[in-house]
Structure formats: C-alpha cells, structure tokens
C-alpha cells in the first residue's frame, strides 16, 4: 500500500532554515506528481510546492525564491528546503501524491491528491 513519511519539522528562529523529508513506498514513486501542503491552526490546507517525475516544479507565491522542493528517484525521497523561515510559515507540513498518474503536476489543490503523509510540525519563533 502507499505510504508517505516524512521527517524534518521541528523548532527554528526567523531567519533559519530546515529540510523536510518524505520517504515514499509502494508505487511507482519516479512517474508520480508529489506534492508539499501545511496547515496552520484554524486554516485551510493549502498547497506549498509540486515536483514532477521530470524534476519540473511549482511554487505558491508565498514560499518562492525560499523554498525548494527536489526529489530523489532512487530513494524514492522528496524533500522540501525552507530557507528565511518566518512565523507565518508555522504549520503541520504535509507530503502528498497525485491522485492520478498524468505526466504533469496540477494546480495546488488537495482535491487532487490522492495519499498524505501523517505531517511534520515547523514551528518559526520570531
């Protein structure tokens, strides 16, 4: 069965910097669209980054030019670098795969997914 687990989150100080993981099993991990979603207490989950099989990627405008999310096929890893963290970005990080196996990555919605990971919490102090 599919599984998404990921591994990272934790405590850091505006300005600072982590590295999400999410190690995937039980499909074809390299064909697949992955995803990066968060929710803040009291909000909506919203989209974060998209990663195609070919490394093609999307951002949401509130996280580009300091997130970067890669993948690695042969571990069947994404990951999520956040750099310049700031308290908005306080969340429940979440991995995520495409519901259906298209070739591209759709628009950042979570009506399009079809597995999540069980979260990992960041927390940015100021």
């Known amino acids: 069965q599919v599984q998404l687990v990921e591994s990272g989150g934790g405590s850091v100080q505006a300005g600072g910097s982590l590295r999400l993981s999410c190690a995937a099993s039980?499909?074809?991990?390299?064909?697949?669209?992955m995803a990066w979603f968060r929710q803040a207490p009291g909000k909506e989950r919203e989209g974060v980054a998209t990663?195609?099989?070919?490394?093609?990627?999307t951002y949401a405008d509130s996280v580009k030019d300091r997130f970067i999310i890669s993948r690695d096929n042969t571990k069947n890893t994404v990951y999520l670098q956040m750099n310049s963290l700031k308290p908005d970005d306080t969340a429940m990080y979440y991995c995520?795969?495409?519901?259906?196996?298209?070739?591209?990555?759709?628009?950042?919605?979570?009506?399009?997914?079809?597995?999540w990971g069980q979260g990992t919490q960041v927390t940015v102090s100021s």
């Open positions: 990663i195609t099989g070919g490394r093609t990627s």
């Open positions: 995520a795969r495409d519901r259906f196996l298209r070739g591209y990555c759709p628009d950042l919605s979570a009506s399009s997914i079809g597995y």
């Open positions: 039980g499909f074809s991990f390299s064909r697949y669209c």
